[in-house]
């Protein structure tokens, strides 16, 4: 059996899910524009950079899931998922992904956009598999806060072990595996599988591939 691992933002998405549910929440004036927008693209830029404290985005990300009931906020991304996700799954990033499923590779989303807004991408991607950051619930609704590790750098090491180890497998359990991503934040991941990947890198993801011959791929 072989592990097919593949980053969502900027990688299978051409774009970013969480800086789009932001915009689409405030677009709904459900965010105040004036104090959000550029705070939200001040995350996002960080993100690009390398500098993000994944703590204190969060904190940005998830406090507004608890400000309202959650069959308000599945309306919503019901909505988002038709407006803003569905246009930016290109048809390169489905080619990709059914290849390796049609190989019987386990496919995996393996993101640090919490689970609330990429569950239904992934399934909308034809992946049942996602290890994601974990919004905290409590009776069904968001706290605001994080539940365990952030997915996020060395994190999406330690979350996907974790999540093998649910499943009784190991890294030995795989012959090969791949792992697909844009960002230098992935770097510690991909240094681990045995087929990295840079799908339309960021420049300095796209100096280290190009360093180590890594392939080099666009889907957009």
Not at 46 to 75: C, M, N, V, W
Request: hydrophobic content about 40%; overall charge negative.
């Amino acid at each position: 059996m072989n592990l097919a691992l593949f980053d969502l933002d900027n990688t299978v998405l051409n774009g970013d899910s969480d800086f789009q549910w932001a915009q689409f929440l405030i677009e709904q004036r459900v965010l105040d524009r004036e104090v959000y927008e550029a705070r939200n693209v001040e995350f996002y830029e960080q993100y690009k950079a390398g500098t993000l404290d994944i703590h204190e985005f969060l904190d940005f990300q998830l406090k507004p899931l608890s400000r309202h009931p959650r069959a308000q906020l599945d309306a919503w991304h019901r909505e988002f998922m038709e407006k803003r996700i569905l246009p930016l799954i290109t048809p390169s990033a489905k080619e990709l992904i059914n290849r390796h499923r049609l190989g019987r590779d386990l496919c995996v989303i393996i993101t640090a956009t919490n689970s609330f807004v990429t569950a239904p991408i992934a399934r909308a991607l034809g992946i049942s598999h996602l290890i994601a950051t974990e919004p905290e619930q409590k009776n069904g609704e968001f706290t605001g806060r994080v539940s365990g590790l952030p997915c996020f750098r060395e994190g999406k090491i330690a979350r996907l072990e974790s999540w093998l180890d649910e499943h009784n497998l190991t890294w030995l359990s795989f012959l090969e595996s791949w792992f697909y991503s844009d960002s230098l934040n992935d770097l510690p991941l991909l240094k681990k599988v045995t087929h990295p990947v840079a799908v339309d890198p960021d420049p300095t993801l796209k100096a280290y591939a190009e360093k180590n011959k890594w392939p080099i791929i666009s889907l957009r």
